[in-house]
T-cell receptor, first 114, second 114 residues
Framework: GENVEQHPSTLSVQEGDSAVIKCTYS??????FPWYKQELGKRPQLIID?????GEKKDQRIAVTLNKTAKHFSLHITETQPEDSAVYFC?????????????FGKGTKLSVKP | DGGITQSPKYLFRKEGQNVTLSCEQN?????MYWYRQDPGQGLRLIYY???????QKGDIAEGYSVSREKKESFPLTVTSAQKNPTAFYLC?????????????FGPGTRLTVL
């Protein structure tokens, strides 16, 4: 089955710097890769996702890149702000039926210092 | 107010007790999921259901049970057979599509064994 590894487990940056979180996956048939942000004590919320037919997607300060050959994808946050501090989870899945179940990485705790 | 709700927010269980966590959604989603979240472990899938009256075990189903009698509801019972139930439990729902599905999460229930 699918296995998703996420690095680093913790990341501390200064406000205004960029942050990069990386994930690798094992199932070459996976084709959907979402990223969730979870603030302390809150529910995870989708911030961006990418499908295997594109290599990069951007939404304001957030971007995700996908390398299908190497089976890894990354989250890039530019111009970080204190409100970006949270735990970020990557996930991977195939589409359709039970294969559509998301497999999550273990999370990255991002701290943005003012 | 549309969305996915969970109750209670906090739950305390004595040794040997069964407890039931509620999950309701009015998003008209076919699929529903239960995850367990422990510190540093990410989200682990307990059970999922793709359609009413059908559900499947996830990665850590032992000591848990579910039912799916209505599309809107997917309650989780934590039985006395679950030896270490203290955790944060998250319910999620999604549309089943062929394109990769965003999962929407409830606010969670924090279960503590006394």
């Amino acid at each position: 089955g699918e296995n998703v590894e996420q690095h680093p487990s913790t990341l501390s940056v200064q406000e205004g710097d960029s942050a990069v979180i990386k994930c690798t996956y094992s199932d070459s048939a996976s084709n959907y890769f979402p990223w969730y942000k979870q603030e302390l004590g809150k529910r995870p919320q989708l911030i961006i996702d990418i499908r295997s037919n594109v290599g990069e997607k951007k939404d304001q300060r957030i971007a995700v890149t996908l390398n299908k050959t190497a089976k890894h994808f990354s989250l890039h946050i530019t111009e970080t702000q204190p409100e970006d501090s949270a735990v970020y989870f990557c996930a991977a899945s195939r589409t359709g039926g039970s294969q559509g179940n998301l497999i999550f990485g273990k999370g990255t705790k991002l701290s943005v210092k003012p | 107010d549309g969305g996915i709700t969970q109750s209670p927010k906090y739950l305390f269980r004595k040794e040997g007790q069964n407890v039931t966590l509620s999950c309701e959604q009015n998003l008209n989603h076919d699929a529903m999921y239960w995850y367990r979240q422990d510190p540093g472990q990410g989200l682990r899938l307990i059970y999922y259901s793709q359609i009413v009256n059908d559900f499947q075990k996830g990665d850590i189903a032992e000591g848990y049970s579910v039912s799916r009698e209505k599309k809107e509801s997917f309650p989780l019972t934590v039985t006395s057979a679950q030896k270490n139930p203290t955790a944060f439990y998250l319910c999620a729902s999604s549309i089943q599509s062929a394109y990769g599905d965003e999962q929407f999460f409830g606010p969670g229930t924090r279960l503590t064994v006394l």
